[in-house]
């Protein structure tokens, strides 16, 4: 890699320790983070790779900018319209997160199947062991499921929608449905799962609906009141892709009326703020954004950032590439 090529970090990122050491020892590397605001603009000026969220502001701001690197797998924080109109290439770390995802997807059913944060949080509330006969019922909590014989659907079948389909059909023994229009059907079907041509056609059929779309302007609230009125309102809904992906305020009417049984959510429209009226549902799983926040997939995820920022100034192809 050309040594004289300057790459700057923007705060709030953190690279994690491998993935900035071997970048450091291939590039100028600038971490915002020790800069003030007058110091990362003049880093800006010259930078020729920029690592984590730009907006276009910054990308008409740094002059000799050639590639925008995101160590994750969404590619909403980076304004990639503005990186195109400037020759800008973004890159992104697709296919390092599966596994993590992928297994807080099947953390949340299971919370949600079978109470287990429910429970946790009232036994600290209550500080007493909360009596079975809660547990054997109909409505909230009432009785327990299991995930075993129940149908998923899945909607974006990418890298963390095909893994959480495996480990749902192998791992659970589920049947699997997904819907994802840019996914090719008899490829699905080959993997055992079964495509579904709307989200009309899929929602009635799933008792859990779990999101891994990117998010869009084509799928901003692609989950409004309609979708979530044509789910089971015995199903739930898990959303580990963005918050901008369902409508929240129709989701709290969902979950306050009974069209859904319960959600589990890794992501809100507007991180870090949630909806007092989220908080107060006894029928949801909350997480704060950690769907990828594993030892293991974060050091991925940085490696994956800095092969990417390599490969491109090195002239190989490239691992990653968003446009
Ligand atoms: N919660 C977290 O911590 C976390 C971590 C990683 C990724 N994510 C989110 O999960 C998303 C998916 O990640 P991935 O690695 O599987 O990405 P990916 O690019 O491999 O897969 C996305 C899939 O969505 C499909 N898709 C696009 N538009 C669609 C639509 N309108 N309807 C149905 N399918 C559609 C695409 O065809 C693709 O197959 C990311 O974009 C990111 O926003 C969240």
Not at 125 to 133: C, D, I, L, N, S
Request: glycine share 10%; with cysteine; net charge negative.
């Amino acid at each position: 890699m050309n040594a004289r090529k300057t790459v700057l970090i923007l705060p709030p990122l953190q690279l994690h320790e491998r993935a900035r050491a071997m970048l450091d020892a291939e590039v100028e590397l600038i971490d915002g983070a020790d800069l003030d605001a007058d110091g990362v603009t003049a880093a800006l000026k010259r930078a020729h790779g920029l690592v984590g969220a730009v907006t276009g502001e910054q990308v008409r701001a740094a002059p000799n900018l050639e590639v925008i690197g995101m160590p994750g797998s969404g590619w909403d924080m980076i304004d990639v319209d503005a990186a195109t109109e400037a020759g800008v290439l973004v890159v992104n770390a697709a296919g390092a997160q599966h596994a993590a995802v992928a297994e807080h997807g099947i953390g949340l059913m299971l919370s949600l199947a079978k109470r287990i944060a429910y429970s946790d949080r009232i036994f600290h509330a209550e500080r007493r062991f909360v009596g079975r006969e809660h547990f054997m019922g109909d409505g909230w909590p009432g009785w327990a499921h299991e995930l075993s014989g129940s149908t998923v659907g899945i909607v974006g079948f990418g890298f963390i929608g095909r893994d959480l389909a495996r480990k749902c059909r192998l791992g659970f023994d589920m049947t699997v449905l997904t819907y994802d229009p840019f996914f090719d059907p008899d490829e699905a079907q080959r993997m055992g799962v079964r495509p579904t041509s709307s989200l009309a056609e899929l929602l009635p059929q799933c008792d859990y609906v779990t999101l891994h779309v990117p998010l869009t302007e084509s799928t901003r609230h692609l989950f409004g009141e309609a979708e979530l009125r044509a789910m089971k309102p015995t199903a739930y809904l898990v959303n580990l892709a963005r918050g901008g992906i369902v409508d929240e305020d129709a989701l709290i009417r969902a979950l306050t009326e009974g069209w859904i049984a319960g959600a589990g959510l890794d992501v809100f429209a507007e991180e870090p703020k949630v909806p007092a009226a989220l908080l107060a549902l006894p029928n949801i799983t909350l997480l704060p954004h950690i769907g990828s926040a594993t030892l293991e997939t974060r050091t991925a995820m940085g490696m994956l950032a800095v092969d990417n920022l390599e490969a491109f100034f090195a002239g190989r192809p490239l691992p990653a590439r968003v446009a």
